[in-house]
């Protein structure tokens, strides 16, 4: 069992549709972070979050920290092919702590 | 351009071989780290340093050694590879921002063991 759980595992969409991720556990995390992941490439920084009930936008995407610190979700609006990839969030429980990362969620969005 | 690179990029190697895979950054970060990342399982820890002649372990170390000589190398040794380490293998090294270690990883390194 995973100290971060994250749903669905699997996502598969067509172009425009609206998705959410979620990233949850029964532990309390100091920061959340998410990432991208490529085929062929190493995971690339997407946000961190560190407040209780943070929610940052990047362009389509919109990430919130749960009240309690324990959870996270991820909101693409109007998915694009671009945005195929691995989303993993991993989660420090606190600061200079070592990352601990969900299983992931592998997002296919077709034309 | 600020990177981690690792080498080789991909290996193919016997049981009970050794072998090293390097890591490099120059980005000056103090904190590096290495994964292995599996179907399913995300990304473990395997060891990580917060700093020149400071190591420690991650999540699954068996098997592993690693050193850190200087500041930008960290590289990772199998000294006797079995089945079970073959995996995708990504060095990261991080800086404290916030109240997080932002991680930047390398290109990863595909390593079959047979």
């Known amino acids: 069992t995973q100290l971060l759980e994250q749903s669905p595992q699997f996502l598969s969409i067509q172009e425009g549709e609206n998705l959410t991720v979620y990233c949850n556990s029964s532990?309390?995390?100091?920061?959340l972070q998410w990432y991208r992941q490529e085929p062929g490439e190493g995971p690339v920084l997407l946000v961190t979050?560190?407040?209780?009930?943070e929610v940052k936008k990047l362009k389509r995407l919109t990430f919130q920290f749960g009240d309690a610190r324990k959870d996270s979700s991820l909101h693409i609006t109007a998915a694009q092919p671009g945005d195929t990839g691995l989303y993993l969030c991993?989660?420090?429980?606190?600061?200079?702590?070592?990352?601990?990362f969900g299983g992931g969620t592998r997002l296919m969005v077709k034309p | 351009e600020a990177q981690v690179t690792q080498n080789p990029r991909y290996l193919i190697t016997v049981t009970g071989k050794k072998l090293t895979v390097t890591c490099s950054q120059n980005?000056?970060?103090?904190?590096m780290s290495w994964y292995r990342q599996d179907p399913g399982l995300g990304l473990r820890q395997i060891y990580y340093?917060?700093?020149?002649?400071?190591?420690d372990k991650g999540d699954v170390p068996e098997g592993y050694k690693v050193s850190r000589k200087e500041k930008r190398n960290f590289p990772l040794i199998l000294e006797s590879p079995s089945p079970n380490q073959t995996s995708l293998y990504f060095c990261?090294?991080?800086?404290?921002?916030?109240?997080?270690?932002?991680?930047?990883f390398g290109p990863g390194t595909r390593l079959t063991v047979t």
């Open positions: 991993a989660g420090a429980k606190n600061a200079g702590n070592m990352l601990t």
């Open positions: 979050v560190v407040t209780g009930g």
């Open positions: 990261a090294s991080s800086f404290l921002s916030s109240r997080s270690y932002e991680q930047y």
């Open positions: 340093s917060m700093n020149v002649e400071v190591t």
């Open positions: 532990s309390v995390f100091s920061s």
């Open positions: 980005m000056n970060h103090e904190y």
